[in-house]
């Protein structure tokens, strides 16, 4: 071969590594771009959901279809075996927030951080509200809808109780997705269970009360008398001397709570004439079961009932109520603060 001919294959190899070492420069300065730059999220947030059983290409593809990074699968290959975790991803739903990077993606992946959600039992919701609610909550497998309460509680692991009403504690519980109504229920119950136990062996002495579901029956009427903190033991102390003098309870809620679909919002006369097992104007002691759901304070405050001699109570229409211990100063209260005939 020529000189010349040498000469040209030369120049023709540092051609060619400065092509490949340019492809390989701009390929790192590519990939680097790809590991600082935030995924496309929405400024609210979102979620991405990972199937079990995902291979590292699905999770890739998943992320792609979300549009969260036009990155190819390659560079996202390369940044797991980086971080180490590309056998290690784990199914779930995940957080995304504004700013999240491809690696803190993989990272929360790895680390099986998914999303978690809460739902609130709210204190004095019924049966048929938190159904409700259930039903409305995302990202959770209605398995409960087409129970009736005893098929419920079976469930539940509780065949003894074919009332659901009252059974499950107010406060808030994470889910994650995967999660059923039946499982946010079965920890619902078991709490109100450990909170009834806990709280049993140590009422007050001589409560009228025979047992802890006769305690959430109450419990579930001072819930419904009343939100406010000061008045929950003042007004399980009038429910408490009224069961121990036997006489009759006569509390709205439980007789509203007896007429059902009937309630427009107002109760009359009527209603409380008419016979029903939650109607306390006309059946002597508690109601059958309770009425809503009672959260701790409610409960603490039938087992720990106030001391006085109050044995009736009227709205004053601010929230409150003003307490009398005799029937004519009740009757006094009455005119002053639901008919406005006041002295």
Same mark, same amino acid.
């Given at each position: 071969?020529t000189?010349?001919?040498?000469r ?12 490949v ?6 390929l790192?300065?590519?990939y ?9 999220v ?6 991405i959901?990972?199937a079990r059983?995902?291979?590292f290409?699905?999770v ?5 279809? /979300?549009?969260?990074s036009?990155a ?9 075996e980086q971080m ?9 739903e995940?957080?995304?927030a ?5 690696g803190?993606?993989?990272q929360a ?12 039992i709210?204190?004095?919701w019924n ?10 909550a995302?990202k959770?497998? /209605? ?18 109780s ?9 406060e808030s519980?994470?889910y994650?997705l995967g ?19 806990a709280l ?7 409560l009228?009360?025979e ?14 008398e009343?939100?406010?903190a ?9 429910f ?10 006569q ?7 007896g ?9 009359h006369?009527?209603d409380?004439?008419t ?11 508690l109601?059958?079961?309770p ?12 087992l720990h009932?106030a001391?006085?001699d109050d044995?009736?109570f009227v709205?004053?229409g601010d929230g ?5 211990a ?11 603060y639901?008919?406005? /005939?006041c002295?």
């Amino acid at each position: 071969m020529t000189r010349a001919g040498v000469r040209g294959r030369i120049r023709w190899a540092l051609a060619v590594l400065l092509v490949v070492l340019a492809a390989l420069g701009y390929l790192g300065w590519d990939y680097a771009r790809f590991v600082r730059t935030p995924l496309n999220v929405p400024a609210g947030g979102d979620s991405i959901e990972i199937a079990r059983g995902s291979s590292f290409k699905d999770v890739v593809a998943q992320v792609r279809q /979300h549009e969260l990074s036009r990155a190819n699968g390659l560079y996202w290959r390369v940044l797991a075996e980086q971080m180490r975790v590309a056998g290690r991803l784990h199914a779930g739903e995940y957080a995304l927030a504004p700013g999240m990077t491809p690696g803190q993606l993989l990272q929360a992946m790895a680390q099986g951080k998914v999303l978690q959600r809460l739902f609130t039992i709210v204190d004095g919701w019924n049966m048929a509200e938190l159904r409700a609610a259930l039903a409305k909550a995302p990202k959770l497998e /209605h398995d409960s809808q087409g129970l009736d309460d005893a098929a419920l509680m079976r469930k539940l692991g509780d065949p003894s109780s074919s009332v659901a009403e009252g059974q499950f504690l107010p406060e808030s519980y994470a889910y994650v997705l995967g999660d059923s109504e039946l499982d946010i229920l079965r920890r619902a119950h078991a709490a109100m269970q450990r909170t009834l136990a806990a709280l049993w062996p140590r009422r007050a002495v001589d409560l009228p009360l025979e047992s802890p579901y006769q305690a959430l029956i109450l419990a579930s009427i001072v819930e419904k008398e009343t939100g406010r903190a000061d008045e929950r033991a003042r007004i399980a102390g009038v429910f408490v001397r009224r069961l121990q003098k036997h006489m009759l309870l006569q509390t709205d809620p439980s007789v509203i709570y007896g007429m059902g679909a009937r309630y427009a919002g107002v109760i009359h006369k009527v209603d409380l004439t008419t016979d029903t097992p939650y109607n306390t104007y006309t059946r002597a002691g508690l109601p059958p079961t309770p009425i809503a759901m009672p959260g701790l304070p409610a409960l603490q405050a039938a087992l720990h009932p106030a001391a006085g001699d109050d044995l009736y109570f009227v709205a004053r229409g601010d929230g409150g109520h003003v307490f009398a211990a005799t029937l004519e100063q009740h009757n006094r209260n009455v005119a002053c603060y639901q008919l406005k /005939h006041c002295p």
